[in-house]
C-alpha cells in the first residue's frame, strides 16, 4: 500500500468537501433530525459511493487518456465549477418534501448561523 498516497487521498478529499453542498445538506438534515447517527451514515455511504465512482472512472480514464491530458480535463472542469459557483452563486438543495430548491451560498451560511445561534442561545 502507497501511504503516502492515501495522505494525500484523505488530505484532498477532506479539504475538498469542507463546505461542500453535501456538507451543508448533513448539517441541514441533522438539525432538523431527531435521528443524527441515522444523517451521518447515510452521509458517509453516499460519499463513500461517490467516491468508489470516482475512483473507477478514473482508473477507466487513465487507461484511455494519457495522464497529462486526464490532468488537463480534471482542472478544466474544476476552474468551470469555481466559475459557476462564483459567477451564479447558487446551490440546489432539497427541502423537508423532497422538492429541489435554489437558494445562494450566502442564504445557507446566514441559515446556519442562525440555527447555530438558537442552538447557543437555548443552552445558556
Known amino acids: ?71 488537463t480535463i480534471a482542472a478544466i472542469s474544476f476552474a468551470v465549477m469555481a466559475a459557476k459557483l462564483l459567477f451564479f452563486g447558487e446551490a440546489e438543495v432539497l427541502d423537508a418534501e423532497g422538492l429541489e430548491l435554489e437558494i445562494s451560498a450566502s442564504e445557507v451560511l446566514s441559515d446556519i448561523t442562525e440555527r447555530i445561534s438558537e442552538t447557543v442561545e437555548s443552552h445558556d
Open 1 to 71: 500500500m502507497d501511504w503516502n498516497l492515501l495522505g494525500l487521498s484523505f488530505v484532498t478529499v477532506f479539504l475538498a468537501e469542507l463546505g461542500d453542498k453535501s456538507q451543508f445538506a448533513a448539517i441541514a438534515l441533522s438539525g432538523s433530525s431527531k435521528f443524527p447517527k441515522a444523517v451521518f451514515l447515510g452521509s458517509v455511504a453516499a460519499l463513500v459511493l461517490a467516491s468508489l465512482l470516482g475512483v473507477i472512472v478514473g482508473e477507466g480514464t487513465a487507461q484511455v487518456l494519457p495522464p497529462q491530458l486526464a490532468k
